[in-house]
């Protein structure tokens, strides 16, 4: 059983019942990373935003078919991977680990499918024919661009009125000639000496960014697709050059149903840059001793739509919410012998868990979402207090937890492994030992087994020390 949810579908300009057109396959394409340095908190908002609307369809009865590109060709890559004389694969594989590493640490599911861009080129090459087919290509100096003037709904998505940009600013990047500003390239003619290409009936050279998400939708899915995401600023041109393609390439077919903007995330009320001094990637936040899960508490803790303003105070306070949730589980869960609460509320729980999920269904309304837990422990509290919570009742409420953990991924909702402190002590010599040893593997997976444990070791001068979590 699927529960109705509601959308804003950024084409729409509203929300909307949302209609996939199967429940047990939703079809979901999310722009992804381009791989060639750390990703930075701003990103990770957004894959987080991802990760909420993969975990609440699941929660509300859905089962997902979802994607996530690997931008792996571009002039960054290009111009780095010739720089330090090695092939785009190996400049690129690394980065793509720190990509799926940094997933790991903030606990975002994996989709489906993460295709790469240069193994998708064929696609690309036949959208081109395509559109050639179609007419809405041109070529100059061995590159091919899109005419922009072709495609009468060209604008629809951004509701910009773009006529009126040709004489403005460029607002695509790519530094190449063309007829109209607002024409982007398709196919790019090679500049540099050993410069990554491949051969098509265009000629030698390589795809624009824009064609890799037509193409890996049409390869994955082979048509339309229900839910396509991206951040606010992939809106224009990007999407609109999406839709552009596909329906040029593919006129008879559908594309799109409904897309998802992430609104920006701001640092200390400012945009982020590096040279504005607040520039953080997830791994800069952890170098500061900062948990993993207080990051993302507070990116979850936003409406995707709304800006983010993101400081170093809010994840204290991130830490702070996140522990006066965990307190109360800690402390119903001490009081009961059953370990398993996996399945749903049924009872006493019941209508705050129908109240969190009412929240998720409508557009992935999260801060209403905690508002609804933050009233609930309220009352769990004032019981446990005094002595009210009946044992059934304080398992159902451990269901709940369970429950909503399963979109958090967060809390624990079971009972901490009490070692005696002799136990710990022995761990830590361990510790020390493999430390000596240089075996850090050891060494490291002793740190993590207390820590799992709720167990954390600080280093100071006069040794090892350790405390409760
Ligand atoms: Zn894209």
Not at 317 to 322: G, H, L, N
Request: net charge negative; hydrophobic share 35%; glycine share 6%.
């Amino acid at each position: 059983m699927t529960k109705p949810i509601y959308f804003y579908n950024s084409q729409k300009g509203e929300k909307e019942l949302f209609k996939p057109k199967d429940p047990l396959e939703v079809k979901i394409y999310s722009c992804g990373p381009t791989v060639y340095n750390f990703n930075h908190i701003g990103n990770f908002r957004s894959y987080i935003f991802v990760d909420i609307l993969r975990r609440s369809l699941k929660l509300l009865g859905y089962q997902l078919n979802q994607t996530m590109n690997i931008t792996d060709i571009d002039d960054k890559i290009i111009n780095q991977s010739i720089q330090n004389g090695v092939t785009i694969e190996e400049f690129t594989q690394p980065w793509i680990k720190a990509f799926q590493e940094d997933l790991d640490t903030l606990s975002i599911e994996k989709v489906e499918h993460y295709p790469r861009a240069t193994d998708s080129i064929q696609e690309m090459i036949h959208i081109i024919e395509n559109l050639k087919k179609n007419e809405f290509i041109y070529e100059k100096e061995g590159s091919i661009y899109y005419s922009i003037g072709k495609f009468k709904e060209y604008g629809k998505l951004s509701k910009l009125d773009t006529s009126g940009m040709i004489s403005g600013a460029r607002y695509d990047t790519d530094e190449y000639t063309k007829d109209d500003l607002r024409d982007f390239v398709l196919w790019k003619a090679p500049k540099l000496k050993g410069e990554k290409s491949w051969s098509s009936i265009f000629g030698e050279g390589r795809p624009g960014w824009h064609l890799e998400c037509s193409a890996m939708i049409r390869k994955i899915y082979n048509s339309g697709i229900d839910i396509h995401t991206g951040g606010i600023d992939l809106l224009f041109p990007h999407h609109e050059n999406e839709i552009a393609q596909s329906k040029g390439a593919y006129p008879n077919e559908e594309f799109v149903n409904t897309w998802l903007h992430c609104e920006h995330l701001l640092v200390d009320g400012q945009k982020m840059s590096k040279s504005a001094g607040n520039f953080y990637t997830l791994r800069d936040l952890l170098t500061k001793g900062i948990d993993p899960k207080s990051i993302r508490y507070l990116l979850l803790s936003f409406h995707y739509r709304t800006k983010l303003n993101f400081s170093i105070a809010r994840l204290e306070e991130a830490s702070k919410s996140i522990q006066r949730i965990q307190n109360t589980i800690d402390r119903i869960i001490e009081t009961k012998e059953i370990e398993d609460f996996s399945g749903i509320p049924v009872g006493y729980s019941l209508s705050k868990y129908e109240d969190f999920l009412n929240s998720l269904a409508d557009d992935l309304n999260t801060p209403k979402a905690l508002g609804t837990i933050f009233e609930f422990i309220k009352e769990i509290n004032v019981k446990l207090d005094n002595n009210q919570l009946s044992e059934e009742d304080g398992i159902d409420t451990l269901k709940y937890f369970n429950s909503i953990n399963s979109l958090f991924s967060i809390f624990r909702v079971e009972k901490l492994n009490l070692i005696n402190e002799a136990e710990i002590e022995s761990l830590i010599e361990k510790r020390i030992e493999a430390k000596k040893n240089k075996d850090f593997k050891t060494s490291d997976e002793i740190r993590d087994t207390l820590l799992e444990i709720g167990i954390i070791l600080e280093d100071t001068k006069s040794g090892v020390k350790w405390k409760r979590k």
